[in-house]
């Protein structure tokens, strides 16, 4: 077999091996397999070989052609894998930060225009080609912070039209630039203004109209629901999420963000790949959500954008027996963040997790949660080339260093993409 891409002499590579087939969760979640003076071996698209420098080197034949890295001082990653992002989106809410800050409180704020309303009208308004360069600067950006695969949800169109033309501008997206997307329909993301009054009406147009569009156009992979008090009650998210799963799409869950309503239950009924958020889910929907293997996918950076007295119970869930995931909930307003580099930081300092739970949710798990652990997550031998260089002396050091980006070089499906 030919070799087409050697990396050598890493300080380390952290492979995030051996849990494909199921996410880690207890005290494996922090079992990483590091390897001193690491090396990994590419052929086209996919590794063949993980192993120290010289194990590699003995069992290899590199030729002319062989593009051969030296990774000395450096630490090798699977990609970085962000399962909750809405990195589609139209306009930007800078403007309400100095209202935050002055505490208005969000209500004021969305009576005012701005909010969710306001990025639904800009959705709305934007063209799909605007949509797409949008997306296209966004994800750049998240390759240049070592994130190589991604979920991409829906959610800021609310009509059928704006809907539609999310998930084909993220589709496009996805086509157009090296990030892989994995496409979630979040039509129940909130009620748009024309339905204030009619509620049930804009869930039966989620169920009745968009649902069935969206499949039939292969759109989307999941579906997602914002199961929360004053936006969509328990039994209206089944009736969502039941509907999806008949027309075959996974499922997903914004749950018990702000209200332990029971989301993170329902998820574990309904046999979810994910609840997420988890601010305040109960000690029942943790108990449901381990013995389900539910993954609990963690977004710090929000509740630390927000500024919101604590966070999701991490380490309840994981000693529990939760396999959990982190990820940016990058959006236009509560977190317009896409560096999941900050992310290992935020769940060190806030989570109480430690750096090597932090890589694993961030990989093997983050992996699970978009449904693509075979693929990509870990490295192992016939997995995708997808890896992450970081200047850094050990896997902790991305834990110690935060504000900066420590990435020294990208490889997405044997290529290298980005290199600084």
């Known amino acids: 077999m030919k070799i087409t891409l050697l990396i050598k002499n890493a300080s380390q590579v952290v492979t995030s091996r051996g849990a494909s087939k199921q996410p880690l969760n207890g005290s494996d979640q922090r ?168 509620p049930d009406g804009y869930l039966d147009l989620v169920i009745n109209e968009m649902l069935p569009q969206v499949v039939e156009k292969n759109l989307a992979r999941y579906c997602d629901v914002f199961c929360e008090e004053g936006i969509f009650s328990v039994e209206q998210s089944r009736q969502v999420l039941e509907a999806a799963r008949d027309l075959g799409l996974g499922l997903k869950m914004h749950a018990d963000e702000i209200s332990p309503l029971g989301g993170a239950e329902l998820a574990a009924e309904l046999g979810a790949v994910s609840a997420d958020h988890l601010l305040v889910i109960s000690d029942q929907g943790i108990e449901k959500m381990a013995a389900s293997k539910v993954i609990g996918v963690i977004l710090p950076g929000t509740t630390f954008y927000l500024c919101e007295d604590h966070y999701a119970p991490a380490r309840k869930m994981i000693e529990t027996g939760v396999p959990v995931a982190l990820a940016t909930d990058f959006n236009p307003g509560s977190s317009p963040n896409n560096n999941l580099q900050l992310i290992i930081n935020i769940a060190c300092l806030y989570l109480r997790m430690t750096p090597a739970e932090v890589i694993n949710a961030i990989t093997i798990n983050a992996a699970h949660a978009v449904g693509l652990s075979e693929r990509v997550g870990s490295l192992e031998a016939g997995k995708l080339a997808d890896l992450a260089l970081f200047t850094a002396p050990n896997y902790e050091y991305l834990a110690y260093r935060y504000g900066t980006n420590l990435i020294s070089t990208v490889i997405k499906k044997g290529k290298i993409v980005v290199e600084v």
Do not use: W
Request: contains cysteine.
């Open 31 to 198: 079992a990483l397999t590091v390897i001193e003076d690491g090396a990994v071996a590419v052929s086209g698209e996919k590794i063949v070989l993980v192993g120290s420098t010289a194990e590699v080197l003995d069992k290899i034949a590199v030729d002319a052609d062989t593009e051969v890295l030296d990774a000395s001082g450096k630490v090798v990653l699977p990609g970085l894998v962000d399962p909750h992002t809405h990195v589609v989106f139209g306009g930007s809410r800078e403007h309400e930060l100095a209202l935050k800050l002055q505490g208005v409180p969000y209500l004021e704020i969305l009576a005012r225009g701005g909010g969710i309303l306001s990025s639904v009208e800009a959705t709305r308004a934007a063209s799909k080609e605007e949509l797409i360069a949008n997306g296209i600067n966004y994800c750049r950006q998240m390759l240049a912070q070592g994130t190589t695969t991604a979920e991409a949800k829906s959610g800021y169109g609310l009509s059928t039209a704006a809907e539609i033309k999310t998930l084909e501008a993220i589709k496009a997206v996805d086509r157009a630039q090296p990030v892989d997307l994995i496409p979630t329909f979040l039509g129940a993301h909130a009620v748009p203004k024309e339905y204030r009054d009619n």
